[in-house]
Structure formats: C-alpha cells, structure tokens
C-alpha cells in the first residue's frame, strides 16, 4: 500500500528540471547583463569627465584627469575635488584599450589630461571594448567638453581632426 508523498525518483525529476530550467535562464540573461554593465561604464566615463569640468569652472582650480589604460581606469588627480569621485575603474565592465590625445594614440600605460580652471582640456578620445565585442569610441570636445559616441575608426579619426585645432598635430 502506497502513502501519500513523492518517491525519491519524483524529487530528483524535479530538481533535475529545475536545475536545467535554472541554467536556460543564466545563459540567456548573461549577455543583456554584460550589455548593461558596458553601458553604464562608458556613461560612468563621461560622467565623471563632466563632473570634472564643472568643479574646474565653480571653484577656479586645475585637476588633471589620469586615464590608466592598463588599469582600466579614470581618476582624478586634484585632492581637493570634493563630491567629485577620485576614480572610476571600468575593468570588469569593458576594456580601454586605446587613447588617442593631440594626434597621438596610447594603447598601454597612463596618460594625464590636463584640465584648466576653465573647465577645458585637450580634445581626446577613448575606446572601450566590451566581453560582448561591443566597441565604442567616446570623444571628448576640450572646448565645451560634449561627449559624442562613435563605433568606427574613420567617423572617430574624422571627428578628432575636426574637433582638435589645427597645428595641435605639429609637434
């Protein structure tokens, strides 16, 4: 005579769908996760680039923007950038993989990019690749310091050669 309950048989066909129905999800979930994480490092980026800017003018000061390649971060070297954050590390989200400053591109090591009291720097450019070989080029006006996307190397070199002034390759 049989009792009201599941066998050990029953259970274990459960927790076998379960497990796999657990697994479908995880995959199919991974790659919009990466995509957001990529989003929000390359909007990161250029928040703090603005954040920066906007200290310089209110309070009349210089700091410098640290971009570590190798690192895969962005910090800010002026201690006295109160409510600005002091580093923004993209490592896990995306990797910048290239700089490119007055004509000059970096693929390795740190570069410093200065900011005036005025809140202006050099016109840059900087290339996040993410885990799902999503490819960015965020450019950086010195000027005004707008932040336009791009995603190939021909509308990047155009819009630095336009937006960089002239002579700033002579050097």
Known sequence: MRRGGFTLIEISAVLAIGAALTLLAAVCLRAPFQSARFECAVDRLASLDRR???????????????VDLDAGSLAVADPGAHGVPQQVLVARAANMDCLAVGGKRTHAGAMTIPMSEHGRSATYALRLRGPAGQSVWLIVAGITGQVVRTEGEDDTDSLLAFLEPPGANAH
Do not use: E, K, Y
């Open 52 to 66: 920066v800017r906007d200290h310089a003018r209110r309070f009349g000061r210089p700091a410098d923007l640290v």
